[in-house]
């Protein structure tokens, strides 16, 4: 344990240093490696050389391929979208008071929750007007989430951290155009103003206005959906991955092939 700010005692099981133990000896032991994101490369080249490292991101499953389609931006948003935890650094807050500003539908669906936080959340909401809705929903198959994603006018990540966001991934390859917090994790994902929409992290005022905008602008809003859908196939259909995938194993055979010779 160490004594943590203000004197407060903050403790570590034990399984934190095995795991740390382990990730050691196996990532020096291996000759390549493949990292899903910048975050788990950096990681990988603590280990080894660059040059003993492949990029290839996680594939999204084909469920969300197969309703791919052009959104047609509709005259006015009516329905946002967030899926995720509803834990403090979501940043849920910000949903909410966008949700009642501009007195639009907010779903949450959500698969984790900090009940503590959640409290905290209906508390500051009650005694508000809340005719339009806004819904916790327990998470939903994959199915029920294409369906989700595909009735949304818009999917929002406001966390404060990321180090990826998946669920920006599976919109843009449904088509349905995403705003997230301009977090390094979320810019490997989402180009702003191309595949999406990046506000500063915790500014509800550039939140709100990057809403504003997409909301406005058809034409922004469907370059967004069929940069997305390009994008998303490109870089997430599991044939794709698969194929840079096989790639990465035929270059690194041969590399070996060759320096045994």
């Not at 469920?63 to 935890?85: D, E, H, N, T």
């Not at 180009?191 to 500063?200: H, I, V």
């Not at 909301?215 to 599991?238: C, G, M, Q, T, V």
């Amino acid at each position: 344990h160490y004594s943590g700010q203000y004197g407060k005692r903050k403790w570590f099981h034990l399984s934190f240093y095995r795991d740390e133990i382990l990730e050691k000896i196996i990532n020096s032991k291996m000759k390549y490696g493949i990292a899903v994101s910048p975050h788990c490369e950096k990681d990988l080249l603590r280990f080894m050389d660059k040059n003993r490292v492949y990029r290839i991101d996680n594939p999204i499953s084909e469920v969300f391929f197969k309703q791919s389609a052009i959104k047609i931006k509709p005259k006015r948003f009516k329905r946002i979208l967030y899926i995720g935890s509803i834990i403090r650094r979501k940043r849920i807050d910000l949903l909410i008071k966008l949700s009642l500003e501009k007195s639009i539908k907010l779903e949450l669906i959500h698969h984790f929750q900090d009940n503590n936080y959640l409290q905290e959340l209906k508390k500051n909401m009650s005694g508000i007007n809340n005719s339009n809705g806004i819904f916790f929903t327990k998470a939903v198959g994959q199915s029920g989430l294409v369906k989700k994603i595909k009735e949304a006018d818009v999917l929002i990540l406001p966390s404060d951290y990321e180090s990826f966001g998946m669920v920006l991934a599976e919109s843009m390859a449904v088509g349905t155009p995403v705003i997230a917090t301009d977090l390094e994790g979320i810019k490997y994902v989402v180009e702003n103003m191309k595949t999406g929409l990046l506000f500063e992290k915790g500014n509800f005022s550039d939140l709100l206005n990057k809403f504003d905008l997409l909301e406005r602008d058809p034409n922004l809003y469907e370059f967004i959906s069929e940069n997305a859908i390009s994008e998303a196939f490109k870089r997430w259909h599991p044939k794709n991955i698969s194929l840079k995938t096989i790639e990465v194993y035929k270059r690194t055979i041969s590399t070996d092939r060759k320096s045994v010779v």
